[in-house]
């Protein structure tokens, strides 16, 4: 191994590796640091020489890490947050802050968390600004370039880059019109559930998602609620199908529908009370297993700890507690 001398080490090329460890691909880490591909292949090949490695090799599913890039891969990581943490000040003020935070949430959570959460931040930082923006194919790498500040969703994997934090669990139930026959028997069994048209929950994302997911930018995230694979599972053993009445990506918009007319759908709990009197509806626990939905906060690992971003997960954590 050659000797590093580390007064001539650029930082720059530790921003280049970092990115190329969590991209997998040039193009995208030229995209992310805002250099073009001739740059970022230069840094690479720069930082080749000084460390006396490869780093990374081109394969069919992009730029591969070397046993040496995946063995100080996580230590550099966790080198770069320290640094940045020690030149960001330490002080932050909410009640004199101009900042703007930018967070990626979904229907559910802008119906269900937002409205507490906007209040309790506007209480705390009248100065501050907040923007909402929808989740879509770019939210991974939003939150990498510092585009969104963090997301609310329910997420699966993703790469080293993030950090998370479960602030609550969504249950599913079934919404029917407060005077549907299966409403009124007060206890939904499989054959009600097949002979009622559902409207089903989905998004401009639905024909990519497998088992309800979508992948990119090494961030999975859930975009259908609707737990179609179970539920033909359970029917299907029952000698019973399905009837899809309607598909439509707005939940709160499908629970409107359902108050009017004779189908049902599958929703999060908390939507349907909070619209359950409004709309006159009333939910039934699915006649099989349901299990529990995680919602999540999620963000860029390197930002989570400085003084803005622990103020703004603080109140977020505070708020889902009150849920």
Partial sequence: MPEIHFGALDLNLLRVFQALLEERSVTRAGRRL?????????????????LGDELFVRGPDGMRPTLRSQEIGPQLNEGLRQLQQALVSTKFDPARTLRQFTISVSAYSAAILMPPLIGAIRQAAPGAEVRLKR?????????????????IGSFGRSTPGFDRQTLFSETMVWAFRADHPAARSGV??????AATPHVVIVSGEDS?????????????????????????????????????????????????????CDMAVLAPRRLLTAFAEHYQLKSLEPPYRAPPIPIEA???????????MAWLRGVIRAVAADL
Avoid: C, F, Y
């Fill in 298 to 308: 999620l963000w860029r690992r390197e930002t989570g700890d400085s003084p803005p």
């Fill in 208 to 260: 990519e998602a497998v088992d309800g997911r979508v992948n990119e930018g090494g961030l999975e995230r859930r975009v259908i609620w609707d737990d179609r694979e179970t539920i033909d599972e359970v029917l299907a053993r029952a000698g019973l199908r399905r009837k899809i009445g309607l598909a439509m990506p707005d939940p709160h918009g499908a629970l409107a529908v359902v108050g009017l």
């Fill in 135 to 151: 989740p879509g194919p770019s939210l991974g790498e939003d939150l990498l370039t510092g585009r969104v500040d963090l997301a």
């Fill in 34 to 50: 805002g250099l073009s591909q001739s740059a970022v292949s230069h840094a690479l090949n720069r930082l080749r020489h000084v």
């Fill in 188 to 193: 939904l069994t499989l054959e009600a559930l």
